[in-house]
Each structure stands twice: as structure tokens, then as C-alpha cells.
């Protein structure tokens, strides 16, 4: 069974970082796109960044880019969201998720297994 656990979140104030961590495990890590999701109170979800299985192409949201970085740890099985000068508007509940399909890219209709999530709260 694939399970998808994140971790890293927390409270902060603007302009700090943090760095989310998922572990994956049920299935061969590397042969997986992955990415990180986000949805605030109030809104729907939307992807903040992905990262695809073979290559590691990465893509992100205009909202973030030159702020996170999306990348992977195919020994560690883990994926990172590193976080630098957040701002208030980026306080949402975090999703890490894993596409079931096999070299699967960013593009094309994912089929996503999702974390519980882990929530950032950035202070003004």
C-alpha cells in the first residue's frame, strides 16, 4: 500500500524559510513524478511544484518562483520543498503526493496519491 507522509512545517515569520520533507514507501520511489500541493483556508488547491520521475524536470508556480525549490533524494526516498522568504500569503496547508503512474512527467493527468498534509503559517 503507498503511503505519503510529510513533515516540516510549522510558524514563522516573513522573509524565513523552512524545508518540507515527504517520505514515500509502497512503491519504487524513483520511477515516480512527485510534487507539493498547497490550499488555504478558503481556497482551492493548487500545485506548487513538481518534479518528474527520470529526469527530475521541475516545474513551479509563478507565485513561487525564485522562492521554492523543489527536489529529491532517490536514497533517501524523501522530497523536499525547500522554502526561503516566505510571505503571509503563502500560509496554507501543505500536500506532498506521488503519482501512481510508472515515469510519469508533470504534464498529462497524474493520478496523484495524497499525504494528511503539514501546515505552514508565515507571520506578517
Known amino acids: 500500500q503507498v503511503q505519503v507522509v510529510e513533515s516540516g512545517g510549522g510558524l514563522v515569520q516573513a522573509g524565513e524559510s523552512l524545508r518540507l520533507s515527504c517520505t514515500v514507501s509502497g512503491l519504487t520511489f524513483d520511477e515516480h513524478a512527485m510534487g507539493w500541493f498547497r490550499q488555504a483556508p478558503g481556497k482551492g488547491r493548487e500545485q506548487v511544484a513538481c518534479i518528474s520521475s527520470r529526469r527530475g524536470t521541475t516545474t513551479s508556480a509563478d507565485s513561487v518562483k525564485g522562492r521554492f525549490t523543489i527536489s529529491r533524494d532517490g536514497a533517501k526516498k524523501t522530497l523536499f520543498l525547500q522554502m526561503n522568504s516566505l510571505k503571509p500569503e503563502d500560509t496554507a496547508m501543505y500536500y506532498c503526493?506521488?503519482?501512481?503512474?510508472?515515469?510519469?512527467?508533470?504534464?498529462?493527468?497524474?493520478?496523484?496519491?495524497w499525504g494528511q498534509g503539514t501546515q505552514v503559517t508565515v507571520s506578517s
Open positions: 503526493a506521488t503519482d501512481l503512474r510508472i515515469f510519469g512527467g508533470c504534464s498529462g493527468t497524474p493520478s496523484w496519491r
